[in-house]
C-alpha cells in the first residue's frame, strides 16, 4: 500500500541557509500534518493543511512557512537556519481533517542537520 | 489546553519481566488516544489506538493499553518484553482538526 513519502531523508545545510522539504501524502487524503522533533524530544506539531488551506498552526517559527500544493503534496521552506533546527521533521496524512480517525500515516521523515 | 504526561522517561527492564508504561492525559471532551513506538533512526509506528467502546485495547506485537476514563489514563502493558522492544513510546491524544499531542516520551531499555 502507499504510504506518505517525504523527501529528502537526510539533509545538512549550514546556518543561515535555507531548506525546503516535501511531502506527499497517501492517494486520496488532502490533509497534511507537519511535525519536528528535536533529539531527545516528543514530536510538537508544526503546522496543518486542509485541501491547500491552512487548518491549524503550532509552534512553527515565523521563519518557517509551508504551503500545499493542488497535488495535496506540501513543502515546508525553512529560512535562516540554526543550530537548534536540527531535528526529524515528518509529516502526516489524513482525509478530510479526519486526523488520525481516518487513516493517519507518518512518513519516514526527513532528518536536517543545521552545521 | 490538552497535555499528555508519560510518567517514566526511561525503563529498563530484563527478558520476560512485565512492562507497564504510564500516560496521563488533560482533556475535557472526547478523546482518541494512541500509543507510538519508535525505534532507534526511524519514524512513529503505531502500537494501538482507542477512539470508542471496549476500554482494553490490543496492539501489535503483544501490546495491550487499558483507557480508564475516571482517571484519565491510557497505560500500555506488555505481559513479557523482548531486546527487540527496545524503543521509545509515546503516548498522543488527537486534538481538534486532526494534529497530535505527545506525551514526552519513554524510552525503554531491554536487557537480554
Known amino acids: 500500500a502507499a504510504g506518505v513519502i517525504q523527501s529528502p531523508r537526510h539533509l545538512i545545510k549550514e546556518k543561515r541557509e535555507t531548506a525546503t522539504l516535501k511531502c506527499y501524502p497517501i492517494?486520496?487524503?488532502?490533509?497534511v500534518y507537519w511535525y519536528q522533533q528535536g533529539p531527545g524530544q516528543d514530536p510538537q506539531f508544526l503546522i496543518s493543511?486542509?485541501?491547500?488551506?491552512?487548518?491549524d498552526k503550532g509552534s512553527i517559527p515565523d521563519r518557517f512557512s509551508a504551503q500545499q500544493f493542488s497535488d495535496y503534496h506540501s513543502e515546508l521552506n525553512m529560512s535562516s537556519l540554526e543550530l537548534g533546527d536540527s531535528a526529524l521533521y515528518f509529516c502526516?496524512?489524513?482525509?478530510?481533517?479526519?486526523?488520525?480517525?481516518?487513516?493517519?500515516?507518518f512518513g519516514s521523515g526527513t532528518r536536517l542537520t543545521v552545521v | 489546553a490538552q497535555s499528555v504526561s508519560q510518567h517514566n522517561h526511561h525503563v529498563i527492564l530484563s527478558e520476560a519481566a512485565s512492562l507497564e508504561l504510564g500516560c496521563n492525559y488533560s482533556?475535557?471532551?472526547?478523546?482518541?488516544l494512541f500509543w507510538y513506538v519508535q525505534y532507534p533512526g526511524q519514524h512513529l509506528q503505531l502500537l494501538l489506538k482507542?477512539?470508542?467502546?471496549?476500554?482494553l485495547v490490543k496492539g501489535i506485537k503483544g501490546f495491550e493499553a487499558e483507557f480508564i476514563k475516571s482517571k484519565f489514563s491510557f497505560n500500555l502493558r506488555k505481559p513479557s518484553v523482548q531486546w527487540s522492544d527496545t524503543a521509545e513510546y509515546f503516548c498522543?491524544?488527537?486534538?481538534?482538526?486532526?494534529?497530535?499531542?505527545f506525551g514526552q516520551g519513554t524510552e525503554l531499555s531491554v536487557k537480554p
Open positions: 482507542y477512539f470508542s467502546g471496549d476500554p
Open positions: 492517494p486520496r487524503h488532502d490533509t
Open positions: 498522543a491524544v488527537n486534538a481538534l482538526g486532526g494534529k497530535l499531542i
Open positions: 502526516a496524512s489524513s482525509p478530510r481533517l479526519q486526523g488520525p480517525e481516518g487513516g493517519y500515516t
Open positions: 482533556y475535557g471532551g472526547t478523546v482518541n
Open positions: 493543511f486542509y485541501e491547500k488551506m491552512q487548518s
